[in-house]
């Protein structure tokens, strides 16, 4: 099975930084990769597909690149309302995987 | 609006059973996969299988297999997850959430949306 992996695990950063997380796959799955925010106590919400495509209604400070095995989503400029954890997941087949997670918060 | 809406919390005592409905509206319920995520307190995402909305086929992962049952009802449009002889670390919030199923290449996709989510607790 193809397990995700993180980095990383938790970080601070000020308003207004620019804040990089990658997530790597263990073999290759091209650019089956989607992420996801879920702030505290909440549900999560997609934020990018296709390791790149924005959906829908999310604010473009992010944007996500990468393929094969190694993806990373940035926050171009970091907002008090993006503290979150960050979730990586892969669906290259039938069976999903989601990353472990990374916790974003404000120094 | 696209929509999924699932059952209330629940409190079990070990040894019970519980089922969690998660009610798809504004969409053909059978255009789309439904899978089922277990979120334990403070800990990630752990995706526990789907099932084909279209088959009824189940397909469940690793780790969620013999007390985890996907089931449906296409005639209103929910789907249902029961989990028998529960153990206080079944303890968790359960989410369901809508994928699209590639028939020809035979993947799943990402999730969008998700139910609110349902938390179960086990405890004498």
């Known amino acids: 099975d193809i397990q995700m992996t993180q980095s990383p695990s938790s970080l601070s950063a000020s308003v207004g930084d620019r804040v990089t997380i990658t997530c790597r796959a263990s073999q290759g799955i091209s650019n089956y990769l989607a992420w996801y925010q879920q702030k505290p106590g909440k549900v999560p919400k997609l934020l990018i597909y296709a390791a790149s495509t924005l959906q829908s209604g999310v604010p473009s400070r992010f944007s996500g690149s990468g393929s094969g095995t190694d993806f990373t989503l940035t926050i171009s400029s970091l907002q008090p309302e993006d503290v979150a954890t960050y979730y990586c997941?892969?669906?290259?087949?039938?069976?999903?995987?989601f990353g472990p997670g990374t916790k974003v918060d404000i120094k | 609006q696209v929509q999924l809406v699932q059952s209330g919390s629940e409190l079990k005592k070990p040894g019970a059973s519980v089922k969690v409905s998660c009610k798809a509206s504004g969409y053909t319920f059978t255009s789309y996969a439904m899978n089922w995520v277990r979120q334990a307190p403070g800990q990630g995402l752990e995706w526990m299988g789907w099932?084909?909305?279209?088959?009824?086929?189940?397909t469940y992962a690793q780790g969620f297999t013999g007390r985890f049952v996907f089931s449906l009802d296409t005639s209103v449009s929910t789907a249902y997850l029961q989990i028998s002889s529960l153990k206080a670390e079944d303890t968790a919030v359960y989410y369901c959430?809508?994928?699209?199923?590639?028939?020809?290449?035979?993947?799943?996709?990402?999730?969008?949306?998700w139910g609110q989510g349902t938390l179960v607790t086990v405890s004498s």
């Open positions: 997941q892969k669906y290259n087949s039938a069976l999903l995987t």
């Open positions: 099932i084909n909305t279209n088959t009824g086929n189940p």
């Open positions: 959430a809508r994928t699209y199923y590639d028939i020809l290449t035979g993947y799943l996709n990402w999730f969008d949306p």
